[in-house]
């Protein structure tokens, strides 16, 4: 398992942007998919966008699609998630986490962080 920090998160109005980043505080993260899920007040966690250790690979849901993007630096052990057009229902509370390969972290990622909230103004 790998210890993940995310952070960006805040309070923006209907339309407006933010950048989520997530780091790795002591492993590497470039052999590792990566992806963001999210959970909003009495919902069930959702996977957002998935990105697989090279880049090459990536997956959104339908509800971000044209709106966020999952990319990586892998120099800088670093994966981002940038959102724009945002939406009151974007609000949520926004996870990163990695697992070993693109299946996995979609389905049983074994490694998270701590969340960072994203809260969106009508």
């Known amino acids: 398992q790998v210890q993940l920090v995310e952070s960006g998160g805040g309070l923006v109005q209907s339309g407006g942007s933010l950048r989520l980043s997530c780091t790795a505080s002591e492993r590497t993260l470039s052999t590792y998919a990566m992806a963001w899920f999210r959970q909003a007040p009495e919902k069930e966690r959702e996977l957002v966008a998935a990105?697989?250790?090279?880049?090459?690979?990536?997956y959104y849901a339908d509800s971000v699609k044209g709106r966020f993007t999952i990319s990586r630096e892998n120099a800088k052990n670093t994966m981002y998630l940038q959102m724009n057009s945002l939406k009151p229902e974007d609000t949520a509370v926004y996870y990163c986490?990695?697992?070993?390969?693109?299946?996995?972290?979609?389905?049983?990622?074994?490694?998270w962080g701590q969340g960072t909230q994203v809260t969106v103004s009508a």
């Open positions: 986490a990695a697992d070993r390969n693109f299946r996995t972290v979609t389905t049983e990622a074994r490694s």
């Open positions: 990105i697989s250790w090279s880049g090459g690979t990536t």
